[in-house]
Each structure stands twice: as C-alpha cells, then as structure tokens.
T-cell receptor, first 116, second 111 residues
Framework: EAGVAQSPRYKIIEKRQSVAFWCNPISGHATLYWYQQILGQGPKLLIQFQNNGVVDDSQLPKDRFSAERLKGVDSTLKIQPAKLEDSAVYLC??????????????FGPGTRLTVT | AQRVTQPEKLLSVFKGAPVELKCNYSYSGSPELFWYVQYSRQRLQLLLRHISRESIKGFTADLNKGETSFHLKKPFAQEEDSAMYYCALKGRGSTLGRLYFGRGTQLTVWP
C-alpha cells in the first residue's frame, strides 16, 4: 500500500511570511497527526485528528499555527506568520482505526522548513 | 508529567559488538513504550513495542518498571543497524494516541 505522502519536501521562507504543508494519509486511516521536529530533538505532537475532528491540539501555537482536515482524509498545516524558531521538519503520521493497532503510527517523509 | 529521556545523543560500536541504547521514562501508571528507528534517507518507522515482547532484526527491549527503563539491546551489532533510534511513550486518557518521543540516539556501527 502507498505510504503517507507529504508536500512540499523542502521550503525556505522569510520570517513573517506564510507557509502551508499538505499531508495525504494511508487510505482508511482515521487518525492523523502533525509533529514538529526541531533539529536535535525528537518529534513533538502539534495536533491529532480523528476523522475530521480535532482530538488533541494542546501543543499547537494557535496564534500562528492552524490545521484542518475537512473531509477526514487530506490535511493541511499552516503557519502565519512564520518565525525563525519555526525552522524544523514537519512530520505527518497516520494510524489505523482499530484500537488494537492504534498505537502504530506510519510516518511521512516530512517537510523541512527553513525560516530566514 | 510524561517524559522520555535518552541520555546518549551518539553511540558508536564495532560490528559484532553488543549494543544497548538507553531509555528512561517518567509516567504514572502502566506505560506503553516503543522504539522507532529512522535509517538514512528513510522515514521514521516502528521497530518494536514492549507489549508484544518480540525481537525485531535481533533487537529486544525489556520494560523495567522498577528502574523506569526500556533499553534497546542487540547482542551483535551489524553495519546496517546504523540509524537514529527514538524511544517513545504513548499517552493515556486525554492524550490517548499521543506519542512522547525522546531526543533520539544516533547509532553508528563501524566495520
């Protein structure tokens, strides 16, 4: 089966500009996650969707970050305006719907964002 | 608070030597712990989970609740084991599904 797809793979923007990332999860996976991975650190969850509803966005900086998953499939993550500290790899992951396998998350290749 | 600590940022061993990647956690209750691996130019992927008590690619990990540890071990390291390894803890309750990752350990296996 096809894996989690993300685009773009790389993005360079200036501070105060806006940027959007796109994610297409594995077909049939109801749960979708966005992680931020700053250099030298492990991934940190930003937001978790169950179908098109938000389950957990407690660590999302809502003054500048937003995310949506309108039809319960694809998702977009937006940063507006970007700050230098937003430079990171943004990872999208999805997981199966059954509770037994809910812990296994499948990751996309990530989008490397550089804010100058 | 839920937290995962990987004390070693870098770890180097020679091929055939034993390897142990350390992971300590902070969690109240019964934790669910995982090891994820990222090989060069590949995606982050699940290596193993403690509840299945399995050996994957020769790696094992035992949960020690007394020491709050979940160290990853392999008796004879191979060059293809060189990768970034992340220990992760699964949240419960309101944070169900969320994975808390350690900062990772870069393992290099020399020939």
């Amino acid at each position: 089966e096809a894996g989690v797809a993300q685009s773009p793979r790389y993005k360079i923007i200036e501070k105060r500009q806006s940027v959007a990332f796109w994610c297409n999860p594995i077909s049939g996976h109801a749960t979708l996650y966005w992680y931020q991975q700053i250099l030298g650190q492990g991934p940190k969850l930003l937001i978790q969707f169950q179908n098109n509803g938000v389950v957990d966005d407690s660590q999302l900086p809502k003054d500048r970050f937003s995310a949506e998953r309108l039809k319960g499939v694809d998702s977009t993550l937006k940063i507006q305006p970007a700050k230098l500290e937003d430079s990171a790899v943004y990872l999208c992951a999805s997981s199966p719907t059954s509770r037994k396998n809910a812990y296994e998350q499948y990751f996309g290749p990530g989008t490397r964002l550089t804010v100058t | 608070a839920q937290r995962v600590t990987q004390p070693e940022k870098l770890l180097s061993v020679f091929k055939g030597a034993p390897v142990e990647l350390k992971c300590n956690y902070s969690y109240s209750g019964s934790p669910e712990l995982f090891w994820y691996v990222q090989y060069s130019r590949q995606r982050l992927q699940l290596l193993l989970r403690h509840i299945s008590r399995e050996s994957i690619k020769g790696f094992t990990a035992d949960l020690n609740k007394g020491e709050t540890s979940f160290h990853l071990k392999k008796p004879f390291a191979q060059e293809e084991d060189s990768a970034m390894y992340y220990c992760a803890l699964k949240g419960r309750g309101s944070t169900l599904g969320r994975l808390y990752f350690g900062r990772g350990t870069q393992l290099t296996v020399w020939p």
